[in-house]
């Protein structure tokens, strides 16, 4: 069996911490005065939040100092950990033990690679983080996808060659990534929405244990 490394985001993929961001700037919109609906929020996943903070005050049509805006974004961030603080395992997505604990019985090397600067605390918090080899996330990365970066240091990090690495993604910036760095892309949603990926399934759940197999050998 060759040497293989599998690549999980965060957000959507292990835990849906997305909602949960959505709070975050749904609370921070009306502060500034107008609504934020959860569709906006579908162009933040898989966006840095700097990013995300640029998009939402061109929706609310605002401009801000740099001051404002460093303040807003640490405002963000710290109702988003006030939200997060409680999660626990019952916050971990359908059968996403069952694919690591079928990958950790391979020996197969697993990463982490996710925008999310959070995500060895939540990796705590839910009882994964024995799971993960590597972590890549926004604190070691300056690009954000679509760029590659993040699953490139990944492999990098793992000692597995880019193209022997599969990424489960749940965002098309993030699948666009995994393209981009030549890897395995496989979808975690709405197949029309993730239409770049080489594999798409609507969850876990529907992945099942064949699949994986397949993908080792």
């Given amino acids: 069996m060759?040497?293989?490394?599998?690549?999980?985001?965060?957000?959507?993929v292990i835990v849906d911490t997305a909602k949960y961001h959505y709070l975050a700037w749904k609370k921070l919109a009306a502060e500034l005065g107008f609504e934020f609906?959860?569709?906006q929020n579908e162009l933040f996943k898989g966006v840095s939040r700097k990013r995300c903070l640029e998009i939402l005050l061109q929706m609310g049509?605002?401009?801000?100092?740099?001051?404002q805006f460093n303040t807003w974004m640490t405002e963000k961030n710290e109702d988003y950990l006030a939200y997060i603080e409680d999660m626990d395992a019952s916050e971990i997505l359908p059968d996403v033990p069952r694919v690591l604990?079928?990958?950790?019985?391979?020996?197969?090397?697993i990463a982490l690679g996710s925008a999310s600067k959070n995500a060895r605390p939540i990796l705590e918090k839910v009882q994964l983080l024995s799971y993960f080899d590597v972590i890549v996330d926004g604190n070691n990365v300056t690009k954000a996808k679509p760029d590659p970066e993040?699953?490139?240091?990944?492999?990098?990090?793992?000692?597995?060659?880019?193209?022997s690495c599969v990424v489960f993604e749940d965002a098309l910036a993030g699948i666009e990534a995994a393209n981009a760095a030549k890897m395995t892309s496989i979808g975690i949603g709405d197949a029309v929405v993730l239409h770049g990926a080489d594999f798409c399934f609507r969850d876990f759940t529907q992945?099942?244990?064949?699949?994986?197999?397949r993908?080792?050998?």
Wanted: a negative charge; proline letters at 4%.
């Fill in 2 to 12: 060759k040497t293989m490394g599998f690549i999980f985001d965060l957000d959507g």
């Fill in 37 to 39: 609906t959860e569709e």
């Fill in 61 to 67: 049509h605002i401009t801000a100092t740099q001051e």
């Fill in 101 to 109: 604990d079928l990958l950790k019985s391979n020996h197969v090397p």
């Fill in 150 to 163: 993040v699953f490139l240091l990944a492999a990098k990090s793992l000692g597995v060659a880019p193209a």
């Fill in 207 to 213: 992945m099942d244990n064949a699949f994986l197999n």
């Fill in 215 to 217: 993908l080792l050998n």
